[in-house]
């Protein structure tokens, strides 16, 4: 844990800025995301040292449904209690997760050096 929230990290603040977290609850993408539920101790580490402010976007896919909605609702009670917007989506497969990080992209693209406002 403490080497993923190091490269978290240096991601957000040593090469640009904020980025997208996209995160398959249903641990299809091999063996690297597949197996047993964090324990209490990673899971504590993650809460205590991960910033909102380090990601662009969550977006989680796969996973069943009430692991879904207890997600839904800690990105909603984190909104209520953190001074950061943490913009968080939940979609069905890994292709409907792609299509969205590509359309949020295009969407939040800064202007064209030049361009009116």
């Known amino acids: ?20 977290l996209v995160v398959d609850l249903g641990g299809s993408m091999g063996p690297m995301t597949s197996g047993p539920p964090l324990s209490v ?3 504590k580490y993650l809460a205590e040292h991960v910033r909102p402010e380090w990601f662009r976007a ?13 997600l839904r609702a800690l990105v909603v009670a984190l909104q209520f209690t953190g001074r950061v ?9 890994a ?3 792609r299509a969205w990080l590509e359309s949020h ?9 030049g361009a009116l406002p």
Do not use: D, N, W
Not at 1 to 20: C, D, I
Not at 105 to 113: D, F, G, I, S, V
């Open 1 to 20: 844990m403490r080497q993923l929230v190091g490269v978290f990290h240096e991601l957000a603040t040593g090469l640009g800025g904020p980025f997208y």
């Open 41 to 43: 101790m990673p899971r």
């Open 58 to 70: 969550i977006v989680f896919f796969g996973g069943k449904r009430p692991q879904r909605e207890v």
């Open 85 to 93: 917007k943490l913009e968080a989506e939940f979609l069905e497969t």
């Open 95 to 97: 292709k409907e997760a």
């Open 105 to 113: 992209r295009e969407r939040h693209l800064p202007p064209p050096a």
